[in-house]
């Protein structure tokens, strides 16, 4: 979705989720590293040009400005070839067509130069969660950011998202997404879920659904997931035990990060990739490097206007990282389809799990099934293991919390016995943690819709077709009227019968999102975070390190550590 910045607005759009930022040629194992993710230059924040580009834009604004307050006519000018140009639909205000209605222009907000400063000067580019919070508090809940091209329209208050959510239509659009689209119709490739619009994703998604949704087709996937559970301590107990004080592991959302990767390809493609191993292998390291690649360069590719392309190296980078990401997931998918065809001409029975289920039901071109697998394992790689990152942190900082999570789980599966679905349901404690930890980091802190089929009313303010929409939810889930002692880990709030029980609007924490256009991963997130949480609990008491600090988030797509985790992990009996 578009929002207060570009940089902001087309990470929160994209909803997809990884976020290396540095590209480099060849592809080492740093690429692994969060840190390293995390702290590698930024080409929107660091580059001359790109600062270039932003001060003339600053300028532009300024100069309009003082034209305008000099010559009105002339201001009115500009804004009609601008309005224009972000495909409003009228220059009269809708008090004169709707007659009752405010209209966007009877918005509070920043404009280019306020948002340039609270994004350069003041910090925030990072931050754009943070940003959500002082706007909020400065123009209440409703208001309007511009910024170059981009108009959009920030809600944070719950009753507010929810009534953009109720009039989304039946086939609700997050933002458009140009760029992916240009980069498909180039290679004849199909849309997918991200790109297609109408009741073309509604038929791609209505597809991938069925055994990505229903918790009891879900289920099947357990045991794979186990598998990657026991390859990730595995791997900690290797690290824990090479630390010089053997029981540190740092940079655990690195860590997690591969658990991430891995676990949503083995559901997926139904292939190890390898990535918890102390080799990956070369193609495994080739995918994760055009993950990162193609997400960083999306950002990027869409800042800058077409006629830039043959200047600036961004969308030749682009188009090389999705090749290489669709050539990859293209190899582990025709693999399988050679497999199955084999399995089939023995006359054997067909067995499988994601990929085996969508080639089989015939409901998509092999082409949609390689792109969907693609935008899925987007979906699903980084999301969990920042999720699982902030937990594990939290809980070291909140021993008591832990303890109570702790005795949870042995007390549902004693002697570390593997937990199976069934168990999971007698854990609510774990159930209300990850909640909890999702209230506090919503991995996804902006979403977007944008109005396509009609005209909507939102607080009482008219807006036409083609508006788009940012859903502040990282503000409304700090609200303290809806979390009292919002910045405060308090897993009980989602507990029942407890006094610590907030009573809190349906939509002031909506991680996942609501309705049709939902998470599709939702229900194999929660399970990976389940099994991954209550075997590890059962395995380490996690614990911080003497005197080290504490973590803020940052936005870089998702909401992620701004610094590495280190945490002790301490085995037990
Ligand atoms: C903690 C884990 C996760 C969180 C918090 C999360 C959150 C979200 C959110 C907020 C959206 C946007 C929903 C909307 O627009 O209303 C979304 C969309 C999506 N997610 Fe997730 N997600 C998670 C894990 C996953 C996983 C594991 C997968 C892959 C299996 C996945 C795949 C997707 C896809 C494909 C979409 C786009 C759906 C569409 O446009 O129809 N996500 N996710």
């Known amino acids: 979705m578009k929002c207060v910045c570009v940089a902001q607005c087309r990470r929160d759009m994209l909803i ?12 080492d194992r740093r690429h692994l590293s969060a840190s390293a993710r995390q702290s590698s230059s930024d080409p929107l924040r660091h580059t001359p040009v790109v600062n270039m580009l932003i001060s003339a834009l600053v300028k532009a604004d300024r100069l309009a400005a003082q034209i305008g307050r000099k010559y009105a006519p002339f201001q009115e000018m500009i804004a009609r070839t601008l309005k224009s140009q972000t495909g409003d639909v009228d220059l009269q205000s809708a008090n004169t067509i709707t007659g009752r209605y405010k209209t966007k222009d009877d ?8 948002t340039v400063y609270w994004l350069f000067v003041k910090g925030y580019a990072d931050k754009s969660h943070a940003m959500q919070v002082e706007h909020k508090r400065l123009y209440g809940p409703i208001w309007r950011s511009r910024f170059g091209p981009f108009d959009v329209i920030n809600v944070a208050g719950a009753d507010l998202i929810a009534q953009v959510i109720r009039q989304e239509g039946r086939y609700p659009v997050r933002t458009d997404l140009p760029h992916w689209r240009e980069y498909r119709d180039m290679r004849g490739q199909a849309y997918g879920i991200h790109v297609d619009t109408g009741p073309e994703w509604y038929r791609i998604r209505s597809a991938l659904n069925p055994k990505m949704l229903k918790l009891k ?13 026991s390859d990730l301590l595995q791997r900690l107990e290797l ?4 630390s010089p004080d053997q029981i540190t592991v740092s940079d655990l959302a690195s860590e997690l990060y591969k658990f991430g990767f891995e676990g949503i390809s083995s559901i997926l493609f139904e292939t190890r990739l390898g990535c918890l191993q102390e080799e990956i ?15 960083a360069l999306s950002e990027t590719v869409l800042f800058f206007p077409r006629w830039t392309r043959h200047i600036f190296p961004f969308w030749k980078r682009f188009v090389q990282a999705w090749d290489e990401l669709y050539d990859v997931a293209r190899h582990l998918i025709d693999k399988k389809v050679n497999e199955i065809r084999d399995q ?8 499988g799990m994601y990929l085996t289920y969508l080639l089989s039901s015939n409901k998509l071109s092999l082409g949609e099934v390689y792109i969907s697998l693609t935008e899925l394992l987007l979906g699903g790689v980084d999301t969990t293991s920042n999720t699982l990152s902030w937990t ?7 021993p008591e919390i832990q303890k109570r999570l702790h005795n949870e789980i042995v007390s549902v599966c004693p002697n570390k016995k593997v937990p199976n679905t069934d168990d999971l349901t007698k854990m609510p404690y774990m159930k209300a943690v990850i909640k909890e ?9 902006g979403n977007g819709r944008l109005t396509v089929d009609s005209d909507i009313v939102v607080d009482n303010y008219w807006f036409p077709k083609k508006t788009q929409f940012h859903l502040c939810h990282y503000a409304v889930s700090h609200d303290e009227n809806n979390f009292p002692d919002a910045e405060r880990f308090v897993p009980e709030r989602w507990i029942r019968d407890s006094p610590s029980r907030s009573q809190h609007h349906p939509y002031s924490s909506v991680p996942f999102g609501v309705g049709v256009r939902a998470c599709v991963g939702k229900r194999v997130a929660e399970l990976e975070m389940y099994f991954a949480l209550s075997r590890l609990m059962q395995q380490y008491e996690v614990r911080t390190k003497a005197g080290s600090p504490s973590i803020q988030p940052k936005t870089r797509t998702l909401l992620i550590p701004s610094q590495p985790i280190d945490l002790q992990f301490i085995p037990r009996a």
């Open 16 to 27: 997809v989720l990884t976020h290396s930022r540095k590209t480099r040629p060849e592809f």
């Open 107 to 114: 918005l509070p907000g920043p404009n280019l130069a306020t």
């Open 217 to 229: 087709e879900v289920t099947a996937y357990a045991p794979i997931i186990h598998e990657v559970v």
């Open 239 to 242: 690290l824990r035990l090479r």
């Open 281 to 295: 292998p070369t193609d495994t390291l080739r995918f994760i490097s055009a993950v990162n690649e193609m997400l």
């Open 344 to 351: 089939v001409a023995r006359g054997e029975e067909v067995e």
């Open 392 to 398: 594990l942190y939290h809980l070291a900082r909140n």
């Open 437 to 445: 930890i999702l209230r506090m980091y919503p991995v996804v802190p």
